[in-house]
């Protein structure tokens, strides 16, 4: 048998972080089983229903890397065939036609709420003639449920989950305008794409007891059920944007990388011992749903972070760079261009070393962009004292003289600050101020041979007078 998953949401909005988790579950276990993954957008509620939201959701996994193994479906597109189903099992016996108007089942629900139960439909069309139908209504069709015993459902992640079939009431199918029900649809759709594993968030149980219901009266054989627990707030509670980001590709826009934000999401609920940094090969050789947690996770954005400052070290350098400069282009009043890119790119290894998000490393390597004369912070303004500005005239002599390597540079800083009885760091404070318009930055020799000689000449020139 050939594993089949997929990730089935609801373009209504952004996809919101619990659903990257359960696409990736479905992704790690289908690539984990030499199976497939899929992706379904389940898009019939087209009131709430976005194309902008679809977009979103497949820029996601693809920011991500969540490769789907076929074309997307749209569910909106099987309509008809969901109400085919609906009619098969209504000539089958299975399902009946019913009157009820929304009046009368509002006025119902209204009386048990009054009355503090549980309202469900009693099944009064269930077994009456069609003859007795009342002029004028147009039925929905209902799935005539099981009424004894029990539905048990052997669940991977839950365990065994049982409930009463005398809970389940006949839940509607096909609406009365001729359009299909979710809990039906979902059935119909995961027949037809051969879905032998459905992996999603527990808030879904409910409804598997009742889509069970479908599978049973069509005779189609059961999926594997995997409900995984929902991601809490550090606090416990339902996430929401007090906790921070909440959707994919705000993370992306925070700086996030998608390796570290999987490695994260992947270790929420799911753990192999001690282990913390799982690249992507080694999360599909260990990933099984089996192994994931019943209780709901907390999301910990500080030690996100942490763990994407990790990633941001061990990532490749040209691919910091391409991210860095695209994020530099839409900042003001700098000038991105190729002389940028070599700057960029020569100091990446010791501006990633600080980091911890994209957006901190590209706010690191703005000054490599900007043009004299430089914006000065605080701190920096106050560095540059007159004392300092005579002194930045002589080491700017000092280094014109230098091959403007690395090594060069350091040796003409240390023979200078020697010759002039100064420790290193009096001399490179103000520099630092004068290249850079801030107090920190990396090495203060990699940061000059990265700007190059012209453009590191210009900047301590232009601090000095």
Same mark, same amino acid.
């Given at each position: ?41 389940? @898009? ?91 002029? =004028?209504?147009?039925?929905? !069709? ?81 999926? &594997? ?5 929902? !991601? ?9 944007? &007090? ?29 192999? =011992? ?8 080694? %999360? ?5 749903? !089996? ?53 960029? &790119? ?39 004292? %007159? ?15 230098? @091959?403007?390597?690395?090594? =060069? !540079? ?43 000689? @012209? ?11």
């Amino acid at each position: 048998m050939t594993v089949r998953t997929r990730f089935a949401p609801s373009p209504t909005g952004p996809l919101h972080i619990g659903g990257v988790r359960t696409a990736l579950f479905n992704y790690l276990y289908s690539r984990h089983c030499g199976g497939v993954f899929l992706l379904r957008i389940e @898009d019939t509620d087209r009131e709430r229903s976005t194309d902008e939201a679809t977009k979103g959701i497949i820029d996601s996994l693809d920011w991500l890397d969540l490769h789907r193994d076929e074309p997307t479906v749209f569910q909106s597109r099987r309509l008809d065939r969901h109400a085919e189903i609906a009619r098969q099992l209504l000539a089958e016996g299975k399902a009946y036609n019913c009157y009820c108007t929304p009046a009368e089942l509002a006025a119902e629900r209204a009386k048990a709420t009054e009355e503090k139960r549980v309202w469900r439909y009693d099944g009064r069309w269930r077994d009456r003639d069609p003859s007795e139908a009342p002029a =004028g209504i147009t039925p929905v !069709i209902r799935l005539k449920s099981d009424r004894d015993g029990e539905t048990v459902l052997e669940d991977l992640v839950q365990g065994t989950v049982r409930v009463a079939n005398a809970e389940l009431d006949d839940m509607i199918i096909l609406r009365s305008d001729g359009s299909p029900m979710y809990n039906h649809s979902v059935v119909v759709d995961d027949h037809d794409m051969a879905i032998t594993h459905v992996i999603r968030g527990d808030d879904h149980l409910t409804n598997t007891f009742r889509q069970i219901q479908v599978y049973r009266a069509m005779g189609w054989e059961l999926p &594997r059920f995997a409900h995984i627990p929902l !991601i809490h707030g550090e606090d416990g509670k339902k996430l929401s944007k &007090r906790h921070g980001a909440q959707f994919a590709l705000e993370f992306k826009e925070q700086g996030f990388l998608p390796d570290a934000l999987c490695n994260y999401l992947m270790r929420l609920g799911w753990s192999h =011992g001690d282990l913390e940094i799982v690249g992507r090969e080694e %999360a599909i050789r260990l990933f099984d749903i !089996i192994d994931v947690n019943r209780g709901a996770a907390r999301m910990d954005y500080n030690k996100l972070t942490n763990l994407n400052g990790v990633y941001l070290r061990q990532a490749d350098d040209d691919r910091l760079t391409h991210e860095v400069l695209a994020k530099l282009a839409h900042q003001p009043n700098l000038s991105v261009g190729a002389h940028t890119a070599v700057r960029v &790119r020569s100091l990446m290894p010791a501006l990633k070393e600080r980091a911890k998000t994209l957006v901190d490393l590209a706010n690191s390597a703005a000054f490599l962009a900007r043009v004299v004369p430089l914006p000065m912070e605080p701190k920096a303004a106050a560095a540059l004292t %007159a004392e300092a500005r005579l002194m930045l005239r002589e080491v700017g002599t000092a280094l014109a003289a230098t @091959d403007f390597s690395v090594a =060069g !540079i350091d040796a003409a800083l240390r023979d200078f600050a020697e010759h002039n009885g100064l420790k290193l760091g009096q001399v490179a404070q103000p520099l630092r101020a004068a290249l850079t318009g801030s107090t920190v930055s990396p090495g203060i020799d990699a940061t000059l041979a990265a700007l190059g000689r @012209d453009e590191a000449l210009a900047r301590i020139v232009a601090a000095s007078v």
